[in-house]
């Protein structure tokens, strides 16, 4: 399948509005934080975090803005793991605005860290099991209204 594998929905709050009139663009950033911390959540990454003292941390993050978003209004990111390394893993988001149209497309780089000896781990098998699971879904952005 080449769907995605999870889906958020959000309202647009007020207080992301910038002086144009429009989403102001770090609010996009932190619509993919969000994403990416459910997507994390439901691979178990970050429960492990707190006892493992082990996890991602994010070493990278890209946007690329295709149409401004506005207020009020409901956006929609779509993401998935798109590619598994020895240590790493990206993570891909698309987001959408209420009338089914791209507004930007993300990507998320992701280091596997172990945070007591403050180096890369090699990621396991059971969590690229984990990973793999999110790297497609049957979650297909609707066509644009």
Known sequence: MNGYAHKLERRIDWFEVDFRGHVNNVS???????????LLHIIGLMQSQAKEKEGPVLASITCQY??????????????????????????????????????????????????????????????RKGLEKMSSGNIVPPEPL
């Not at 860290?113 to 781990?121: A, G, H, M, N, P």
């Open 28 to 38: 996009f950033i932190y619509y993919v934080q969000e994403a990416r911390v459910e």
């Open 66 to 127: 295709y149409r401004p978003l506005f207020y009020p209004g409901k956006i929609h990111v779509y993401s998935k793991v798109s590619e598994i390394k020895n240590t790493s893993f990206v993570i891909k988001h698309a987001i959408y605005n209420n009338r089914n149209q791209m507004a930007a497309e993300a990507q998320d780089i992701l280091v596997y860290y172990d945070f007591v000896k403050e180096t890369k781990l090699t990621i396991a098998d059971e969590l």
